[in-house]
Structures are given as structure tokens and as C-alpha cells.
T-cell receptor
Framework: AAGVIQSPRHLIKEKRETATLKCYPIPRHDTVYWYQQGPGQDPQFLISFYEKMQSDKGSIPDRFSAQQFSDYHSELNMSSLELGDSALYFC??????????FGPGTRLTVL | GDSVTQMEGPVTLSEEAFLTINCTYTATGYPSLFWYVQYPGEGLQLLLKATKADDKGSNKGFEATYRKETTSFHLEKGSVQVSDSAVYFCALNAGGTSYGKLTFGQGTILTVHP
């Protein structure tokens, strides 16, 4: 069965650089969620989109922005990167409001 | 706000031992409850879920019952295997205007020895 695809899987950036993370949901899923998981921590909700509109917002820094495109894929744009942004970034997709299917994550390292 | 509290970890067991990982929650509405498992270097996988009080979720020998009176969703398995070694997250979806976002507990590291 098709799963959520995230790219890249690993990303290394310098401080103050920008990064773009991509997420391709399971076909026919209309909702995308982004989570950030710091080292040894639980995933924290960042933002979600339903039918290409932002549906909810969590603890996402102003330096981050995201959108969902017409083909339902989503991109998380991160600017002025800080050391504390180093984390595993998960994308999840769903068709219903309940069950989310997670991608393998993008590991971002900021040096 | 909504929150999930898991038992302190890590948990270390011998193969075939009984497993319980406690999870309690706080939510204003009637949440759906989930257990996710994360194997080393991988993403989160849904293990089981329950959407209303007294529902029992089960999968791969794991079970959890939605207890509204005690606001709990404890994970149990009768006989663990080495391959069950992973991090387990309890989570809730508060529903309503939350549009499905998940609130996670702290995670419990489980290590099973042969």
C-alpha cells in the first residue's frame, strides 16, 4: 500500500540558512499534518491543512511557513535556521479526522 | 488544555513477560485515543486506537481499553518479544475544532531482552 513520502530524508544546514521539507500524502488523503520531534521528546504539532487551507496551528515559529498545493502535497519552509531547529520533522496524512498515517520523517541538522 | 501523561520509563523486560504501559489523559471533550510505536530510526506507526468509552483497541497482541471514568488508556501485552523493543507513544485527538491534530505523551522506551 502507498505510504506518506517525505523528502529529503536527511538535511544538513548552517545557522541562518533556509530549508524546505516536502510531504506527499497517501493518495486521496485530503489532510496533512506537520509535527516536530526534538531529540528524546514527543512529537509536537506544528500545523495542518485540509483541502489546501490551513486548518489548525500549533507551536510553529514565525520563521516557519507551510502550504498545501493543488495536488495535496505540502511543503514546510524554514528560514533563519537556529541550532534548536535540529529535529525530526514528521508529516502525516489522513482522510478521516481521526486516523493519521505518518511518513518516515526528515531529520534536519543545523550546524 | 489537552494533555497526555505516560508512565515514567524506560521499561526493561525479559521475553514473554507481561507488559503494561500506563497512560492517562486530560481533555475537555470526548477524545479519540491512540497508541503509536516508533522503532529505531523510523517514523510513527499506529498500533491501535479507540474512539469512544469502553472501546477496546487491539493489534499484534497489544490491547488498550478506553476508560472514561479513570481517563486512562493503558497498553498491555501478555507476552512480549524482543521485536517489541521500541518507543511507545500514547496520543489523543480531541476532535471538534482540533481538526485531528494529535497530542502525544512523553513516550515510553521498551527494551525486551531474550
Amino acid at each position: 500500500a502507498a505510504g506518506v513520502i517525505q523528502s529529503p530524508r536527511h538535511l544538513i544546514k548552517e545557522k541562518r540558512e533556509t530549508a524546505t521539507l516536502k510531504c506527499y500524502p497517501i493518495p486521496r488523503h485530503d489532510t496533512v499534518y506537520w509535527y516536530q520531534q526534538g531529540p528524546g521528546q514527543d512529537p509536537q504539532f506544528l500545523i495542518s491543512f485540509y483541502e489546501k487551507m490551513q486548518s489548525d496551528k500549533g507551536s510553529i515559529p514565525d520563521r516557519f511557513s507551510a502550504q498545501q498545493f493543488s495536488d495535496y502535497h505540502s511543503e514546510l519552509n524554514m528560514s533563519s535556521l537556529e541550532l534548536g531547529d535540529s529535529a525530526l520533522y514528521f508529516c502525516a496524512s489522513s482522510f478521516s479526522l481521526d486516523e493519521q498515517f505518518f511518513g518516515p520523517g526528515t531529520r534536519l541538522t543545523v550546524l | 488544555g489537552d494533555s497526555v501523561t505516560q508512565m515514567e520509563g524506560p521499561v526493561t523486560l525479559s521475553e514473554e513477560a507481561f507488559l503494561t504501559i500506563n497512560c492517562t489523559y486530560t481533555a475537555t471533550g470526548y477524545p479519540s485515543l491512540f497508541w503509536y510505536v516508533q522503532y529505531p530510526g523510523e517514523g510513527l506507526q499506529l498500533l491501535l486506537k479507540a474512539t469512544k468509552a469502553d472501546d477496546k483497541g487491539s493489534n499484534k497482541g497489544f490491547e488498550a481499553t478506553y476508560r472514561k471514568e479513570t481517563t486512562s488508556f493503558h497498553l498491555e501485552k501478555g507476552s512480549v518479544q524482543v521485536s517489541d523493543s521500541a518507543v511507545y507513544f500514547c496520543a489523543l485527538n480531541a476532535g471538534g475544532t482540533s481538526y485531528g491534530k494529535l497530542t502525544f505523551g512523553q513516550g515510553t522506551i521498551l527494551t525486551v531482552h531474550p
